[in-house]
């Protein structure tokens, strides 16, 4: 259970504090799949970033399973929205990286990655360098990489936000399948309000500080487990009109 | 046209070149007299590698050990000292001014100072040559380190590694395209160090033997000299490529051509022309409106 309470954030500036977000109070249930949406530059990616442990509030306190977050946890893992696979390493050796880093023995570092490389759909790849892969591929190595770590808690900024459609189809659809065999908390950034239904058990719609900062809460209805075929169906559609006219409401000026 | 006709094409040109370059030497120094002690005839150099051939693989030997341990020696304190410098905040603030006071400093500069301090022996040399390739190659590594993208950094951290671990598995292998080129410029460095070091002191080596050769005016074996010192400098700029190559299989090495790409569109005159009259006419009209 991830805890926010009283949170606010500012970046030191010339003019005093820049603030980003202010006094969120809110709380991400265990297994949750949680999506915030939010107009570029309501801070949705520096909250996350707090969750994480780069950043930490200027205000209030993030609890992690009533602890207060202080650094970075493997635990609290990040999926980012940037290309973050190494390129210097094969798929094998990005996958077992964290296992590796912390000292995992061999054997089961190579049952592991083995694990999730397939799990992904990468086997045969496993001596492929970043290069030769599409952009797609390289985010399935990031996605195997960090579930390797068996985090409890992952942390998703717009991962596929940089993806063509058919591509970012195909791993919403990933993602909800690997989600459904193991279950954990999920707290998933996105601009994208169709991605943000298809995922979550609950949207988050975050707006600017200039426009009363207010973080409002969508429960969602579908059924699981989901299909892209959902996307199509008219209570969804219903949905989706409804979130996309208080998006914009709350400003979002592009 | 295909790649390996224009590559025929461009090697064909080179040779040309080449052979033109030997016929205007060959025509002053033999059809036009000018005399050996300004530019010797390419039958003078031959004579001259001759005369030197007793003591050349003794000379050769002797600047290539110089050059070689002064490079490496220097390679290696530069980029521990640059890579220190990246991984702790309290070290650069400490050491990073007296770097930033001395690196400006000519290294040629302290070709006297440093015989008077280590004598003439070889130590001069090796210390002036390491001296110089690790300020390069630190400030170099340093600059690396900075600049390289932070994902990958925050990445790893988030994958549980240390700050160890991230600098061995990450900083590391990132930075290693980057410093190629840094590398390949101390390299040739490291060689114009010898020569001046070994102007000024040493008893054996190429340059040492070059001021001897240009003390009696024979410029044929000065400049056959110049010539091994190059074919030395490339020798070691070419074995830096091949570990480059090897060390870079994995960076997307951008193929950067400017080969065919043309832009259509450019104004002419008379289309700049026309385009101005026509403002002017637009212009007209709304006055008279």
Same mark, same amino acid.
């Given at each position: 259970m991830i805890e926010f309470s009283n949170v606010s954030f500012g970046y030191p500036s010339k003019k005093g504090l820049a603030r980003i977000f202010e006094n969120l109070n809110f709380t991400i249930q265990d297994n949750e799949f949680f999506c915030l949406i939010g107009p570029s530059g309501c801070g949705k990616t520096t909250l996350l970033r707090n969750v994480a442990g780069f950043e930490h509030p200027t205000e209030g306190v993030i609890l992690n399973n009533g602890k207060p977050i202080e650094g970075i946890d493997y635990k609290r893992a990040?999926?980012?929205?940037?290309?973050?696979?190494?390129?210097?390493?094969?798929?094998?050796?990005?996958?077992?990286?964290?296992?590796?880093?912390?000292?995992?023995?061999?054997?089961? /570092?190579?049952?592991?990655?083995?694990?999730?490389?397939?799990?992904?759909?990468?086997e045969g790849y496993e001596n492929a360098l970043p290069k030769e892969l599409s952009g797609g591929m390289r985010k399935r190595v990031d996605l195997a990489r960090v579930l390797a770590n068996e985090p409890d808690v992952l942390l998703m900024d717009e991962p596929f936000g940089a993806l063509d459609a058919m591509t970012k189809e195909s791993l919403q659809e990933k993602l909800v399948q690997i989600w459904n065999e193991s279950k954990r908390t999920i707290f998933?950034?996105?601009?994208?309000?169709?991605?943000?239904?298809?995922?979550?058990? /609950?949207?988050?719609?975050?707006?600017?500080?200039?426009?009363?900062?207010?973080?409002?809460?969508?429960?969602?209805?579908?059924?699981?487990?989901?299909?892209i075929y959902l996307k199509q169906e008219p209570e969804f559609q219903i949905m989706r009109r409804d979130l996309t006219e208080?998006?914009?409401?709350?400003?979002n000026r592009g | 046209m295909t790649k390996d006709r224009s590559n025929i094409k461009t090697?064909?040109?080179?040779?040309?070149?080449?052979?033109?370059?030997?016929?205007?030497?060959?025509l002053l120094t033999y059809r036009m007299g000018v005399k050996a002690v300004i530019l010797p005839s390419p039958t003078d150099i031959v004579d001259a590698y001759i005369k030197l051939a007793p003591t050349l693989p003794e000379s050769i030997l002797a600047s290539l050990k110089i050059t070689l341990i002064g490079f490496a020696i220097g390679a290696a304190v530069g980029l521990?000292?640059?890579?220190?410098?990246?991984?702790?905040? =309290?070290?650069? %603030?400490?050491?990073?001014?007296f770097m930033e006071i001395t690196r400006p400093i000519p290294v040629f500069a302290l070709i006297p100072l440093f015989m !008077?301090?280590?004598?003439?022996?070889?130590?001069?040399?090796?210390?002036?040559?390491?001296?110089?390739? =690790?300020?390069?190659?630190?400030?170099?590594?340093?600059?690396?380190?900075?600049?390289?993208?932070?994902?990958?950094?925050?990445a790893a951290f988030n994958l549980g590694a240390t700050k160890m671990q991230v600098f061995k598995t990450v900083v590391?292998?990132?930075?290693?395209?980057? !410093?190629?080129?840094?590398?390949?410029?101390?390299?040739? #460095?490291?060689?114009?160090?010898?020569?001046?070091?070994?102007?000024?002191?040493?008893? #054996?080596? !190429? &340059?040492?033997?070059?001021?001897? %050769?240009?003390?009696?005016?024979?410029?044929?074996?000065?400049?056959?000299?110049?010539?091994?010192?190059?074919?030395?400098?490339?020798?070691?700029?070419?074995?830096?490529?091949?570990?480059?190559?090897?060390?870079?299989?994995? #960076?997307?090495?951008?193929?950067?051509?400017?080969? &065919? !790409?043309?832009?259509?569109?450019?104004?002419?005159?008379?289309?700049?022309?026309a385009e101005r009259e026509a403002l002017k006419a637009l212009k007209k009209t709304k006055m008279e409106e």
């Open positions: 990040m999926v980012f929205q940037d290309d973050a696979v190494f390129p210097w390493m094969t798929v094998y050796k990005n996958v077992e990286y964290g296992l590796k880093v912390r000292g995992v023995p061999e054997d089961i /570092r190579k049952e592991k990655a083995g694990y999730y490389i397939r799990l992904v759909g990468l998933f950034i996105t601009h994208d309000i169709e991605e943000a239904l298809f995922l979550g058990d /609950r949207v988050g719609l975050l707006h600017r500080l200039s426009d009363g900062g207010e973080l409002t809460f969508y429960d969602i209805p579908f059924a699981r487990p989901r299909d208080k998006f914009h409401k709350c400003g | 090697r064909f040109y080179v040779l040309l070149i080449c052979l033109f370059i030997f016929a205007v030497w060959c521990l000292m640059g890579l220190v410098m990246g991984y702790s905040k =309290s070290f650069l %603030q400490v050491i990073g001014p !008077l301090w280590f004598g003439i022996g070889i130590m001069p040399q090796v210390l002036l040559i390491a001296l110089g390739v =690790s300020s390069v190659l630190g400030v170099q590594t340093y600059e690396a380190i900075r600049n390289m993208p932070v994902i990958y950094v925050r590391i292998p990132c930075i290693v395209p980057h !410093l190629i080129g840094a590398v390949r410029v101390a390299a040739a #460095t490291s060689w114009g160090l010898d020569v001046c070091a070994e102007f000024m002191g040493v008893q #054996t080596g !190429l &340059g040492h033997t070059m001021i001897i %050769q240009q003390n009696y005016l024979n410029t044929p074996q000065v400049l056959a000299i110049v010539l091994i010192y190059s074919v030395l400098a490339i020798g070691l700029d070419q074995i830096i490529r091949v570990i480059e190559r090897r060390a870079t299989t994995w #960076t997307e090495r951008s193929s950067l051509s400017f080969e &065919g !790409l043309t832009v259509e569109g450019k104004m002419s005159r008379k289309e700049k022309q």
